[in-house]
């Protein structure tokens, strides 16, 4: 540690040329770092989703479910991938499931509450007008909770994004891994606050790729306040 | 599960072992040590965030002012990866937990900012409609009808808050901080799996105990007619 203390001066917080002379490596963890949390919150939305619908219809199960997603919430994510790694092995696997652990409380949320807040005039009229279950569901109940769902993607890739650099503990964290590697690299600087500041940009990227996505979906609510 | 280690099935044997182990209790470094220490940084870091949080929150919800600012704050603390920030701070010569305390506190801060301002801001109009009517000034408007109203948000805030530092303190563990995340930190390095399953078994259970004694905090603090708000 004593070697460690550098001045200022040969210790940048940022330098350009890192970034230029690290290009491939920064662009190679930050794909990693994206699919990885493209994949956990594909898999939390397709599980979360459907549990969601079963929740807004079987009413005393949404009670449980939301508990039970809370409790592995509330489970630091230290915790979590250490609990998960030494059973399922060091690498990708237990950090992909502890993020899909992680989003499946946001979404599911999200997506209970947005279905509970649908217009039951609206629901009544599709039935009014001969509709069954299933196109009352795909046609009114899902379109007017998508605002709602798509909050909750947002949020848990947002928060996804920031919890795989702890993954860096089992050895899978993608941008966490240049923040690691800097820092036991005699506390490189400009590697921990480069991989710091991709991180958050991919936080923003992705959510905005969300955030048009939902607008695309929903164009009946253009015009009227985010 | 293509790459699950060949000492699996006695990790969890280890991890009990461990925890079977007094001597992993008591002595220095041990649980019992680590685990006041663990809660002594949370504590000191809820602190001094409530400090800083509450009355800045009051103030601002109470001039209605400062929404935008506080709302994007707390959204904009998500995409922060947490594990930079300590790191960063470390090599800034900030080890240890002073360090710890500094950053976790940082992460706390927004949750209860925005639950204050959120809490003040939302109080019934009518009650302090009916405060001012009655000729309370408004810093006695704040403190004897805002602030009481606002104690359900403020007590969920708090909640999460607890809960939030006491998962961030383990992280410090990585750049040489105290507390059970040392546990985590050092078994990973000397690839005695079993001891990073106690571990993360120990600051798991940690942050439920706390979740669960901060729940009922809330419910006693919060009056009655005020807990269907504070479900959130």
Redesign the interface.
């Known amino acids: 540690m004593v070697t460690a203390?550098a001045t200022a001066a040969d210790?940048p917080w940022f330098s350009w040329s890192y970034v230029t002379d690290n290009a491939d490596v920064l662009w190679a963890r930050t794909t990693e770092h994206a699919l990885l949390t493209i994949e956990a919150v594909a898999i939390a939305a397709v599980i979360a989703v459907p549990l969601g619908l079963l929740a807004s219809r079987v009413r005393w199960l949404a009670g449980p479910l939301l508990g039970t997603a809370a409790?592995v919430y509330?489970?630091?994510?230290?915790?979590?991938?250490?609990?998960l790694?030494?059973?399922?092995?060091?690498?990708?696997?237990p950090v992909l499931l502890g993020l899909v652990l992680y989003a499946l409380l946001v979404i599911l949320r999200n997506t209970v509450t947005g279905l509970d807040g649908v217009d039951p005039a609206a629901v009544d009229a599709a039935r009014g007008v001969g509709h069954g279950p299933l196109q009352v569901l795909a046609r009114v109940r899902l379109p007017n909770a998508l605002p709602s769902i798509v909050a909750g993607l947002r949020?848990a890739t947002?928060?996804t994004?920031?919890l795989v650099?702890?993954g860096?503990?089992?050895g899978y964290g993608g941008?966490?891994q240049l923040?690691?590697q800097?820092?036991r690299n005699n506390?490189y600087?400009a590697e921990?606050?480069t991989?710091?500041i991709a991180?958050?940009l991919l936080?923003?990227v992705l959510?905005l790729v969300l955030w048009a996505a939902g607008r695309a979906l929903t164009p009946w609510l253009r015009g009227r306040s985010a | 599960?293509?790459?699950?280690?060949s000492s699996?099935p006695g990790?969890?044997e280890q991890?009990v072992t461990y925890l079977n182990d007094p001597l992993s209790w008591t002595g220095p470094g041990g649980i019992l040590e680590l685990g006041r220490e663990h809660l002594l940084l949370t504590a000191s870091a809820v602190l001094i965030a409530t400090v800083v949080a509450l009355p800045v929150g009051a103030w601002l919800g109470h001039g209605r002012r400062g929404g935008g600012v506080t709302v994007w704050l707390t959204?904009a603390s998500?995409?922060?990866?947490?594990?930079?920030?300590i790191?960063?701070l470390?090599?800034a010569?900030l080890f240890g937990d002073g360090a710890t305390v500094v950053a976790a506190a940082v992460f706390a801060l927004p949750v209860l900012l925005v639950n204050t301002y959120e809490g003040v801001r939302g109080a019934d109009p009518s009650a302090r409609d009916a405060a001012i009517g009655l000729g309370m000034p408004g810093r006695q408007v704040l403190t004897r009808v805002e602030l009481p109203l606002a104690t359900a948000l403020v007590a969920a805030g708090l909640r999460t808050a607890v809960?939030q530092v006491?998962?961030t303190v383990?992280?410090a563990a990585?750049?040489g901080g105290g507390g059970l995340?040392q546990i985590?930190?050092l078994?990973?390095g000397t690839q005695r799996?079993?001891q990073?399953?106690a571990?993360?078994?120990?600051?798991?259970a940690l942050?439920?105990v706390l979740?669960g004694v901060f729940a009922v905090v809330q419910r006693l603090v919060t009056p009655a007619p005020l807990r269907a708000a504070a479900r959130r």
Do not use: E, H
């Not at chain 1, 790694?85 to 696997?93: C, H, L, T």
């Not at chain 2, 599960?1 to 280690?5: K, N, Q, V, Y």
């Open positions: 203390v210790n409790v509330t489970v630091p994510s230290l915790a979590l991938f250490a609990i790694a030494p059973i399922m092995g060091i690498g990708r696997q949020l947002v928060t994004v920031a650099t702890v860096v503990v089992v941008l966490g923040m690691f800097g820092f506390f600087r921990i606050l991989a710091t991180c958050v936080a923003l959510d | 599960m293509t790459t699950t280690a699996s990790v969890v991890a959204n998500r995409a922060v990866p947490t594990l930079g920030i790191l960063l470390a090599t010569g809960v006491s998962a383990p992280l990585l750049a995340g985590i930190a078994g990973m799996y079993g990073v399953l571990g993360g078994v120990l600051v798991a942050a439920l979740d």
